[in-house]
């Protein structure tokens, strides 16, 4: 039984009206169709139906229609939405249904965006650091502990909860400095992970990957088609504990006795400023820059854009002392999170040289 197949349905196939946005980076309009629908189907059956029908050209990116594979993101009436897990039985059926490609990525065509920005931060994140000297195959758990992170670990990555953050919906700047919904509920997996040996997951989530512009608006919670608690069992604990450490009665005595300059800077803040930045929303938006060392080597790599095809830099990994804690002074002043590793000049859409997959190029088609 084909989604195609009127008669493996029990209602008669209906006309219905879907606008959806047809164009490139150079720009685009939404375009209206009509659409036989047919009882059961989802928006995806549709945009396939229009494919073998009025609009062999539509570009939509899918794989496994089973709300399993995280690629078949888009907007649906404005709202962030995986289209094989939307059914048309949602809708009533007098209304038009328009559909976008997601907001916060550059446009390759159609409804397909170009998501390298998530693929930028996710090398940016450390990856998990087994205690030394556990081979692989050692490594003894809890199912408790297993049980904890599992939570998080049922991410498909299909960025919706990214493409809704105000951070960085409207806020092209913010890119650099802020990493994202995805990644912080990444960095409290691995923080809730009994094997990993850093212990440094909050600090870095707050001095790199940006956790102190979110303002906890739980918008990314609430598009997560795993129905992950990012906010309420990632992000707000993280803040909470980076808060704790920050308002210990010990630290603060600490920033009484060694005033910022007169503890040396490390390689966590290795002087590149993103600038301030902006947050819509409001309480995240404007925080001081700390400056640190100008290493000249930074500097040059700093000016290189993302390309993929060639060695990338490592992620720049904070020093922490000898007890595995990052320096005080990066916990007791605010900043405006760290460069990015691959530099502060990457600019979306990012030129079709320095992406990672093959990009059809139409005019030879
Ligand atoms: S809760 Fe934080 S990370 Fe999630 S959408 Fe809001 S600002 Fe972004
Ligand atoms: S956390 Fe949820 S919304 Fe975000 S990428 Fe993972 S599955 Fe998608
Ligand atoms: S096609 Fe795989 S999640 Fe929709």
């Known amino acids: 039984m084909g989604a195609n197949d009127p008669q493996a349905a029990g209602k008669p196939a209906t006309k219905r009206q879907f606008r959806i946005w047809r164009g490139d980076e150079n720009g685009g309009d939404l375009q209206d169709y009509t659409v036989e629908v047919n009882e059961g189907e989802v928006v995806l059956d549709v945009i396939h139906r229009l494919q073998a029908t009025d609009a062999p050209d539509l570009a939509c990116r899918w794989n496994c229609k089973a709300g399993k594979c995280g690629s078949c993101s888009m907007e649906i009436n404005g709202k962030p939405k995986l289209s094989c897990m939307t059914r048309m039985s949602t809708f009533t059926e007098d209304e038009t249904i328009?559909?976008?490609?997601l907001r916060t990525f550059p446009i390759i065509r159609d409804l397909v965006t170009d998501v390298s920005f998530n693929y930028e931060k996710?090398?940016?994140?450390?990856?998990?650091?087994?205690?030394?000297?556990?081979a692989p195959g050692d490594y003894r758990m809890q199912q408790i502990d297993v049980e904890r992170s599992q939570e998080f670990r049922k991410c498909i990555e299909c960025f919706l909860c990214q493409n809704v953050c105000h951070v960085v919906r409207d806020h092209e700047e913010n890119k650099t400095a802020f990493s994202g919904p995805r990644y912080f509920i990444r960095a409290a997996e691995l923080d809730m992970h009994p094997l990993d040996a850093r212990n440094d997951r909050k600090e870095y989530a707050q001095a790199e990957q940006g956790l102190g512009f979110c303002n906890i608006t739980k918008c990314c919670t609430e598009v997560c088609p795993e129905h992950i608690k990012i906010t309420d069992n990632g992000i707000i604990p993280m803040k909470e504990r980076v808060v704790d450490r920050k308002y210990d009665p010990l630290v603060w005595l600490g920033s009484k006795i060694f005033r910022r300059g007169q503890v040396p800077q490390t390689s966590v803040t290795s002087g590149h400023s993103s600038g301030a930045?902006?947050?819509s929303g409001g309480a995240g938006g404007q925080h001081s820059h700390a400056g640190g060392s100008h290493d000249p080597q930074a500097e040059l790599q700093a000016q290189k854009g993302v390309n993929w095809h060639r060695e990338v830099p490592h992620p720049t990994a904070p020093a922490v002392d000898d007890r595995g804690k990052l320096p005080l002074t990066e916990l007791t002043f605010?900043?405006?999170?760290?460069?990015?590793?691959?530099?502060?000049?990457?600019?979306?859409?990012?030129?079709?040289?320095?992406?990672?997959?093959?990009?059809?190029?139409?005019?030879?088609?």
């Open 122 to 134: 996710a090398r940016e994140t450390p990856a998990f650091a087994p205690p030394p000297g556990v």
């Open 98 to 101: 328009t559909v976008t490609p």
């Open 334 to 365: 605010d900043r405006a999170a760290a460069p990015s590793p691959f530099g502060d000049d990457v600019t979306f859409p990012l030129p079709p040289e320095h992406l990672n997959f093959a990009h059809p190029d139409q005019d030879k088609h």
């Open 277 to 279: 930045v902006h947050s």
